[in-house]
């Protein structure tokens, strides 16, 4: 037991290395500057190379040791070549970040089919996939490893009325008991598995709801009577990620001002 340790050495990622789905904007990209910031060596991934390009160029400018592998984290040969080339880059991966996804709206019985497989491939099959890549080439083998899954707490209980994303939801609750099962079953091999639940942050992804509800509104039903901003999600990723949190596993921590203590989410 290394007691003796100050809480600064605990957080310090000086030495880990990170490969971060999404990574290119929103709050996936705040999440490798947390990372990168403390320390670790960064791979940030996502479609669009012109939107990596501008998110590697902003990490190398603060100082971090970053890269990008464009890839469709839906799309299972993409996942493969994407932990092939991350692997390459970084020798091992230390910290997994699962945060690509998407969302639909529609109201539930005109769901198209083919827009809630494309929302559960990326956002429950992806997070699969990676883990399973991640786990079996660098994480098993050394018997450590973290993986960090981006739920919401759209997958904790139902939505407000403004809100059709029935997809969505079920993909989030469905992440939230990956995250569970993984921490348990691979827990013995030095694996720990924990989720965050972000609520509102303002991203391309809530921009519709955000301009149709007013950011306001929605800040005004917060406990904190904010939505989130671009520093909200560094603090627990770096705990999930350090050894700060080495003794948390299979937990779902929501960041949302305190919206899902109100429902008991």
Known sequence: MNASRKVQQLFDLTGKTALVTGGSRGLGLQMAFALGEAGAKVVVSSRKEGDLQEAVAALKAAGIDASYVAADAGKPEDIARLADEALARLGEIDILVNNAGATWGAPAQDHPLEAWDKVMNLNVR?????????????????????????????????????????????????????????????????????????????????AGILSMVGEETIANHSPLLRVGDDEDLKGITLLFASDAGKHITGQIMAVDGGVSAQTGG
């Open 126 to 206: 992806g997070y699969f996939l990676l883990a399973q890549a991640v786990a079996k080439r660098s994480m098993i083998p050394r018997k450590q490893g973290r993986i960090i899954n981006v739920a919401s707490i759209a997958g904790l209980g139902g939505n407000p009325p403004f809100m059709q994303t029935i997809a969505y939801n079920t993909s989030k609750g469905a992440v939230v008991n990956f995250t569970r099962a993984l921490a348990c079953e691979w827990g013995h091999l030095g694996i720990r598995v924990n989720a965050i639940a972000p609520g509102f942050f303002p991203s391309k992804m809530t």
